[in-house]
């Protein structure tokens, strides 16, 4: 990867990412249609015994790689990972958005619980905060929690949560109504057998992965399972979101990546009208705005990777990112698909698998339009500060 040698990283970056890129093409290959719930058990034991998780927890006593959590080494591995195979990519994310929560706001005895196990690959994470009537309106949530002797009952839904059916324990956001709208939400960790949690209905989707919807009834919580204070629970969410939701930048162009390679290999090889389809200047400008909006998401994703590690608050950058990235891999994955002709609509092809893995980066951790909202807030609260 050239951008290593950008002024975002250390020396300890390259030697992760040569590391990760050997292990991940060795091991992550798995067969069109597989069983996903299957191949994602398989592949977090894995990451967990290769040492990779350990860059998704926070706390080096309770098995992460440091105290805090790199965003560059995040984006790094996810980048890497989504580079080779989508599911990869997701195994590692989830456990670190799963858990994100804990690592930034969980008591000693949380983490003691969870993170080491989340780091070794023995225990999946899920985020549980959307709902059927509150996905980009989070604030809308109706799953609520209310006080019942020593804990909580929790009565409610959410839905679109990735490793729901195979997760060993869920963060879920509630409403537990200290005051109206945002502010009167609260976190909690629920662990996957606890009685009145149950999964009401799996979903398929067009890039297969664990999803689920989640259907808590009359589900019996203690206290000791709430994260960060009551009413909190916005601000829990988003500053886990804040530090994943770059990630999911990285993810983009790793998919970019991989059909930018896939077009250059397929436009120097494909012969037509007598020279190869690389020969047409058409396609050469094709590849030099693949090329360069790969570039432009890249300098973008790590920017924001490298201000949070600086300690900053990004936003505005992470929410910049995001947009770039995700809608720059859906343009230079369609142009692959493009180019690869026929071919590029085969299934199992790498191509048309890109094409489906791509689609839904687009929509979560904030839609498009989200992104573009929060950008345009951040830029007018700081004209109006000026
Ligand atoms: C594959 C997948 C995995 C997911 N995993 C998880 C998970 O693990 N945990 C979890 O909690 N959630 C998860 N989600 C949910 C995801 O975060 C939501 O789908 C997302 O927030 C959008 O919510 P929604 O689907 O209700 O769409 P809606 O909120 O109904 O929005 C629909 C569309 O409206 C547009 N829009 C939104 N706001 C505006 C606006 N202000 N102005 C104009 N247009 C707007 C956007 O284009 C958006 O896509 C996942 C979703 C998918 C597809």
Request: aromatic share 8%; net charge neutral; glycine share 10%.
């Amino acid at each position: 990867m050239q951008h290593l040698d950008w002024p975002f990283f250390e020396p300890r970056h390259g030697k992760l990412v040569a590391a990760l890129d050997q292990w991940a093409a060795g091991r992550t290959a798995h067969a069109h249609g597989a069983d996903v719930d299957a191949t994602c058990r398989d592949l977090v034991r894995a990451l967990g015994e290769g040492g990779w998780l350990q860059h998704a927890v926070a706390g080096r006593a309770y098995g992460g790689s440091s105290d805090t959590i790199d965003t560059r080494t995040v984006c790094l591995i996810r980048e890497t990972l989504a580079y080779h195979d989508g599911l990869a990519d997701f195994a590692f994310a989830m456990q670190g958005l799963g858990s994100g929560a804990i690592s930034l706001f969980g008591t000693t005895e949380q983490r003691a619980r969870y993170l080491q196990r989340v780091a070794a690959g023995q225990a999946i994470a899920a985020f549980a905060l959307s709902e059927p009537e509150a996905g980009s309106d989070v604030a809308a949530m109706a799953c609520a929690a209310r006080p019942d002797g020593s804990g909580y009952l929790l009565n409610g839904t959410k839905t679109w949560i990735s490793n729901g059916g195979i997760a060993d324990f869920y963060v879920v956001f509630v409403r537990t109504g200290e005051a109206p709208g945002a502010r009167g939400i609260t976190a909690f960790v629920v662990d996957a057998d606890t009685p009145g949690l149950e999964v009401a209905e799996r979903i398929d989707v067009i890039a297969p992965h664990p999803l689920a919807r989640l259907r808590f009834h009359d589900c019996r919580v203690p206290a000791a399972q709430r994260l960060g204070e009551p009413g909190q629970g916005f601000k829990v969410a988003m500053a886990t979101l804040d530090v994943f939701r770059t990630s999911v930048a990285a993810a983009a162009l790793g998919f970019a990546r991989r059909a930018f390679d896939e077009a250059i290999g397929r436009a120097t090889s494909r012969r037509m009208f007598g020279q190869t389809l690389a020969d047409f200047q058409l396609t050469q400008s094709k590849l030099a705005e693949m090329a360069t909006g790969i570039d432009a998401a890249a300098l973008l994703t790590y920017r924001a990777a490298w201000m949070r590690d600086g300690g900053a608050r990004i936003t505005k950058e992470a929410a910049m990112a995001k947009m770039t990235a995700t809608e720059t891999a859906q343009r230079v994955i369609d142009a692959a698909v493009q180019m690869f002709g026929g071919q590029g609509v085969v299934s199992g092809e790498t191509v048309e698998r890109l094409y489906r893995e791509i689609r839904a980066l687009r929509i979560y951790e904030g839609a498009t339009e989200v992104q573009q909202l929060i950008i345009a807030r951040e830029l007018l609260r700081s004209a109006g500060a000026a």
